[in-house]
């Protein structure tokens, strides 16, 4: 079986003990840590910014898979990068030009994914594949956590699955949205990769539980 990997998503923690999550992360096995970044206009809210970012990089190794829901990615990826972001994801509903924004993101010397929100159609970035590390299928609206698994967007996880596959891209699928240990199930099955989770894991009574959860 393929390794998958879990990605806890920082958005549902307790902020004013992120040092203590990052620590739970760490003891569940649990290889990334999903950074969702908003600027309360591209979606109706507003969280951390590269300060943030460069805080919590001095208390752990663990991946940063930093999300960007902006509008202007262009202008700000490098502030994270510098922040300590091993990968950074943006939107394909942007208005800038995204292979060069992809090709300048790779260039740094980190990875690049791009996400699609539930009504973008899989055809508007399959050209872009090839180039890319990570495409992020959200499985709920982007903008705020607790929300409902969509299961339709299983097809589009295995319409990506089929063209990575045909074309041997190098290039992981992600998902966030809904996800606990019976979502989880119906994206693996679809070929998803990596499966972000925030509140099935942080209102968890034994986060640490939650997140094993996904590996049995």
Known sequence: MKKIIIAPSILSADFAALKHDLKMIEESGADWVHIDVMDGHF???ITVGPVVVKSLRKETELFFDVHLMITNPEKYWRKFKESGADLITFHSEISAE????????????????ISI???????EI?????????VLVMTVEPGFGGQ???????AKIKVLRKIIDENNYDCLIEVDGGINSQTASICIGAGADV???????FAAE??????KSFFI
């Not at 399959?126 to 990570?134: S, V």
């Open 43 to 45: 979606v109706p809210n």
């Open 98 to 113: 995204k292979k060069k924004l992809i090709e300048d993101i790779i260039s740094s010397g980190i990875k690049v994914g």
């Open 117 to 123: 929100k539930p009504k973008t159609f899989v055809s």
């Open 126 to 134: 399959e050209a872009l594949l090839p180039y890319l590390n990570l």
């Open 148 to 154: 409902s698994f969509m299961e339709d967007m299983a």
């Open 195 to 201: 499966l972000v989770s925030g509140s099935y894991i």
């Open 206 to 211: 034994n986060p640490v539980g939650a997140v």
